[in-house]
């Protein structure tokens, strides 16, 4: 369960991103954030993963407030998340198959289950013949395929898509 409880978000720069937002999105629950750019869909995705921290209200994840994680026990957070950013953010250096295993070894996944678990997602996703490509060499599309399949590699409790239609 995602929570959002009078929460809002401002920058620096004085921009009010969020204000006073309110919302529960319950397991299994899916939902669709719209809205004009900048309307503070991305800044969501960046609060839920504390990427951020609101500037007022609470925020909390399964019943656990956000404010109360520190940054040890952040990546047990993020285990629960999987998201595919707007700009996929997929590392430029790794071919599609090390992109999408390295979210298998950061969260310690069995190492000799890495290649079947990473193979089949590859496979869902129609890009398997493309794993040992690196990302400069795929389309838009497959890139996104690519950042779908590292998302949900781990099988996260949340996804979190962000301009999942480009």
């Not at 995602?2 to 299994?28: R, W, Y």
């Not at 109360?68 to 790794?94: A, C, E």
């Not at 060499?137 to 949900?152: D, H, T, W, Y």
Request: charged share 20%; hydrophobic share 40%.
């Amino acid at each position: 369960m995602i929570e959002f409880d009078h929460v809002s978000k401002s920058f620096p720069t004085g921009n009010i991103i969020l204000d006073d937002v309110s919302f529960v999105i319950n397991p299994q629950d899916f939902v669709i954030l719209t809205g004009i750019s900048g309307a503070g869909k991305t800044t969501i995705a960046r609060l839920i993963i504390k990427d951020l921290s609101p500037s007022e209200g609470i925020i909390k994840i399964d019943n656990q407030n956000l404010s109360s994680i520190n940054n040890r026990h952040l990546p047990q957070l993020r285990r629960k998340i999987g998201l595919v950013f707007q700009d996929y953010k997929i590392i430029p250096d790794k071919t599609v198959y090390e992109n999408v295993a390295l979210a298998l070894e950061i969260i310690h996944h069995p190492a000799k289950l890495i290649p079947e678990r990473v193979t089949h997602l590859l496979e869902l996703v129609g890009i398997a013949d493309k794993s040992n490509l690196f990302p400069s060499q795929l389309s838009g599309g497959e890139q996104q395929r690519a950042a779908i399949a590292r998302a949900v590699v781990g099988e996260p409790q949340i996804l979190f898509a962000d301009e999942p239609t480009g």
